[in-house]
């Protein structure tokens, strides 16, 4: 009889393991399965980085007192929910712990917890200070400028490795008697020499800076150790200044918006990037007709040979990639969003003899060597569940009443046999604009 191996039989590093990617309700629920368990949930290397995910500390003393025991370097609360702007962290309780760990932390993130309706800026800002001479690692849902500001502000926090702002929005959004930041000096974070990773994601009443002391966008040439760059909501009247991209030559992944819009230096920055393993690409409407597209940026990405993932959401000249793409013989994963629905079935006037009869989009002809493929398909507004917070330009959760996202999904597997497929539903933008 074969040997079968039960997780209880499992080594303790690999429980260690699996119990490091666990939220610490879950931690603390393992610990109280058996006696061996209890004990290697008391292994310091556990608490190295503590995932709060929403969980309430009821007992913050003691909650502080094992923080320290375990010289807990990095804290985790954020629970994964940027809409919800009512949940509250007791600031003193959340003070005196930060004021404790000061010497020890190194690692903070945090959801919407963070906003003048909870924290004060001016108390945040000095709990950041206390902790400036450990923090390497920095990361935040939303996040209101007067903070970033105050961070870019002081020359204190040149240290930090990762900076990651997911919505970066104005007081004013929270308070309508806040002072408003409307312009965000990109320029400043060139000053932080030691970053690894950076992604800043503007809300979109905020702009970058058209003009700058600092040098606007042209200062991050000097992150000579970025890794992973994300400037997703990059406007076409900063694009000018991409030829930074050049001198970023550690770069591995690489995310900007307003894509069609970009020079063409631009693009021949980024082909140059001989690293680049994931790029993505946001938003973008060429000004070629379809049928006489001469956009250069499709061939120019062609010579990113080495892209691993590939992301283009929202741009129209999706059409003309296959060539490029069949260069691209590392390349696993293709996600596309296309931006006319020509290019994919619209549901509102598609049914599942329309996905049988249809053609595969010339763009996939070839790609065999796919592991994954992400396709979007316009879906009509009713199809979605705006009542339970997914309204927007995608919702996986729809449900397929119809068959047509099947059938979408059969129709191109029988293109891509060995690939696996995921069909996206992606609002209209027509119907968005209802929505609106």
């Known amino acids: 009889m074969a040997h079968q191996t039960t997780i209880s039989s499992l080594p303790a590093y690999c429980l260690l393991h ?3 990617t666990l939220p610490l309700r879950d931690v603390i629920n393992c610990g109280r399965v058996c006696k061996s368990w209890h004990k290697l949930i008391k292994t ?4 190295r980085h503590v995932t709060l995910n929403g969980m309430r500390i009821v007992d913050w003393k003691k909650a502080t ?9 990095g804290l985790d609360f954020f629970d994964g929910n940027l809409a919800d702007f009512d949940r509250v962290l007791p600031t003193p309780q959340l003070c005196e ?36 001479d450990q923090l390497q690692y920095l990361r935040f849902g939303v996040l209101i400028t007067d903070v970033l500001d105050f961070i870019l502000s002081s020359n204190q926090f040149v240290g930090l490795e990762v900076l990651s702002v997911e919505l970066l929005m104005t007081a004013d959004y929270l308070s309508p008697h806040a002072s408003s930041v409307e312009y ?23 702009s970058y800076s058209s003009f700058s002391f600092s040098g606007g966008l042209s200062a991050l040439s000097g992150l000579k150790q970025l890794r992973i760059l994300s400037l997703t909501s990059l406007k076409s009247n900063n694009t000018y200044e991409c030829g930074f991209l050049t001198n970023l030559t550690e770069l591995v992944e690489l995310q900007l918006g307003d894509a069609c819009a970009l020079p063409l230096e631009a693009y021949k920055s980024i082909s140059q990037l001989s690293h680049l393993r994931r790029l993505k690409l946001i938003s973008g409407v060429c000004k070629c007709s379809n049928t006489t ?7 120019l990405i062609g010579k990113l040979t080495n892209l691993v993932e590939l992301d283009l959401e929202f741009i129209n000249t999706i ?3 296959n060539g490029s793409l069949l260069k691209m013989k590392k390349l696993r994963m293709l996600k596309v969003l296309p931006l006319e629905q020509n290019f994919t079935p619209n549901l509102t006037a598609f049914s599942v003899q329309d996905a049988e009869e249809s053609n595969i989009p010339d763009v996939l002809d070839g790609l065999t060597w796919l592991k994954s493929l992400q396709w979007g398909v316009y879906c009509p507004l009713e199809a979605f569940d705006t009542q339970n917070g997914n309204s927007g330009r995608l919702n996986v959760d729809i449900k397929d009443n119809t068959g047509t996202l099947t059938a979408v999904k059969d129709k191109l597997q029988l293109c891509l046999p060995n690939t696996e497929i995921l069909i996206l539903p992606v609002i209209s933008p027509e119907d968005e604009e209802e929505e609106e």
């Open 319 to 321: 059409h003309r990639l």
């Open 18 to 20: 699996i119990f490091q």
């Open 97 to 132: 712990l930060l004021k404790k760990l000061k010497d020890q932390l190194q690692y903070l993130r945090f959801g919407v917890l963070i906003t003048d309706c909870v924290l004060p800026t001016p108390q945040l800002c000095e709990l950041l200070k206390k902790l400036k």
């Open 44 to 47: 310091k290397q556990l608490w």
């Open 293 to 299: 597209c001469q956009c250069e940026w499709v061939d």
């Open 184 to 206: 965000f000096d990109v320029g400043r974070l060139g000053k932080l020499h030691q970053l690894r990773v950076l992604r800043i994601n503007l809300d979109e009443c905020i």
């Open 65 to 73: 007192q094992n923080f320290k025991k375990w010289k807990t370097k």
